[in-house]
């Protein structure tokens, strides 16, 4: 089972200092992303950077943890798959208030940062 990700350029979330190890195991093996490297072009002050479809997401060391309601906003293809997958990984998901045309929940990283998926219906 693989998250089918549709929209969005690029959204950038933060880890905490000492946590690039496990930032790399939850977005590569959990959400299965794919990291993009170049090393023509390093990324700055350690950033790194996933391919996701055709957005990308870009996640920075912070010396803090940030919990708070800033969240990137995904539309997905298969969103009950995409929820099935995150509770396969033992991952708490929260069903939103309801928007006409839209399914939709969120989740937090290991890092605490609020994450939304969301599937236009018709």
């Known amino acids: 089972m693989k998250i ?4 969005i350029d ?12 496990e930032a790399r195991r939850f977005y590569e093996e959990v959400l299965g992303l794919e990291e993009i490297i170049d090393p023509e072009r ?14 990308q997401l870009h996640l920075m060391k912070d010396q ?24 396969s990984h033992g991952i708490q998901v929260k069903d939103l208030t309801p928007i006409p045309g839209r399914n939709r929940f969120s989740f937090r990283d290991p890092f605490e940062n609020r994450i939304e998926f969301l599937q236009y219906v018709e």
Not at 4 to 7: A, G, L, R, V
Request: aromatic letters at 12%; one cysteine or more.
């Open 42 to 55: 390093p990324h700055l002050r350690g950033a790194i950077w996933y391919q996701m479809g055709n957005i």
């Open 4 to 7: 089918s990700f549709k929209q």
């Open 10 to 21: 690029h959204v950038m979330l933060c880890f905490p200092e000492g946590k690039e190890n």
């Open 64 to 87: 803090a943890s940030n919990f708070s309601e800033r969240h990137p906003a995904f539309e997905v293809d298969n969103l009950e798959e995409a929820r099935q997958l995150l509770e």
